[in-house]
């Protein structure tokens, strides 16, 4: 996408923003933006799960408490820890030493995906020449 058409569509959605804010967002949908934006409004409701987390990442330290140490995450202060906030238990067992490893690998698999896709090498979907000669000339397309 070309960065001029990305900057067109982000100038139009803050634009759009407090229109939307007024006028077609409901109660609830404001109450939870609003909340995610500030969870100490709501500590013992719709935020306290985003303070929980908070503090199972801080609690973790810089080395970590170790696999299935955290007291956090195993004694249920976060109430769906196994999949919601897996990322909380994680830096509470691992630390954030384990927080910068588990993000380069993000990191190292994105790169490997845009690169993949870099201009030159090809679109994505189209095989080479031979190949596509290949398939063309066997039972079944196989």
């Known amino acids: 996408m070309r960065m001029r058409i990305l900057g067109m569509l982000l100038v139009c959605t803050v634009l759009a923003a407090p229109i939307a804010w007024k006028f077609a967002l409901k109660d609830y949908q404001k109450s939870r933006i609003s909340t995610f934006l500030d969870p100490s409004q ?28 955290g007291t956090q995450g195993q004694l249920r202060f976060l109430p769906v820890a196994h999949n919601d906030f897996i990322f909380s238990v994680l830096a509470e067992e691992q630390g954030f030493a384990g927080v910068l490893v588990a993000l380069g690998l993000y990191l190292f698999v994105i790169l490997r995906a845009a690169r993949g896709r870099a201009p030159g090498e090809g679109s994505p979907g189209r095989l080479p020449r031979a190949r596509r000669a290949r398939q063309l000339h066997l039972p079944g397309g196989l």
């Not at 935020?47 to 503090?55: F, K, S, T, V």
């Not at 973790?60 to 696999?67: P, Q």
Request: hydrophobic share 30%.
């Open 42 to 69: 709501d500590a013992k409701g719709a935020g306290y799960q985003q303070i929980q987390a908070r503090i199972t990442v801080g609690s973790g330290g810089l080395t970590g408490k170790g696999f299935k140490q």
